[in-house]
């Protein structure tokens, strides 16, 4: 299941990582790629213990508790601490699909499982030409190229690369999200009939026996499949 989610980040919020990321060293994107990605991975990084890294992870992460989108799409259990990478001329990440497991920067050993993978847009289309995100799925491949400050949620486990650039330089922050319900197909239920239930209650009040059904059914089945 995709999910595009528009306006994480404000223009302001914008700007201000694309302030502090001009001013801050990257290094090879493969420092941080699994043995195969490295083979196939050609793009820059921000090193994960750098402070711009730090403090702009914390913009995000605020971002993204605001945002209730992520949150009924995700699930969130684990967060994993937001990375920056870039793209300029020539770069590219061919096919692959992103480690299991991750250890978390920080916390003394502990481990995650990505189930969710995010990526944020830090540049807008018509900066750059390639650099499209493309995850492929059951119904084929899909290209994705978004405004700045909005995000696409995608399985972990799709096959998904990014295209070639031929103009300019794509900017993003990308991070994974263990979520509280590791299957795709029950989180993709979870998440249309939370969105089933936002719409309903637009027409009818809280206490309408039709709400009231539907948002335990909702809790019962997130009761039934989560684990924490």
Known sequence: MLIRIPQVLTREEVA???RILDGTP??????????QSAKVKLNLQ??????AARELGEVVLRALGR???FNSGALPFRVYPPMFNRYDI?????????????????TGGMRMRADVSSTLFLTDPDAYDGGELVIDDTYGSHAVKLPAGDMVLYPATSLHRVTPITRGSRWSSFFWTQSM??????RAFLYDMDMAIIGLRKTLPDD?????????????????????
Request: net charge neutral.
């Open 16 to 18: 201000h990582c694309r």
């Open 26 to 35: 990257w290094q090879d994107g493969r420092a941080t790629a699994g043995e």
């Open 46 to 51: 921000v090193p994960e213990n750098a402070p």
């Open 67 to 69: 945002h209730p989108t």
């Open 90 to 106: 020539g770069m590219k990440f061919d096919p692959h699909v992103d480690n299991a497991i991750r250890l978390v920067p920080g």
């Open 181 to 186: 319900v590791k299957d795709d197909g029950k």
């Open 208 to 228: 309408h026996p039709s709400v009231v059904a539907l948002t335990s059914g909702y809790h019962n089945l997130l009761r039934r499949w989560t684990e924490i």
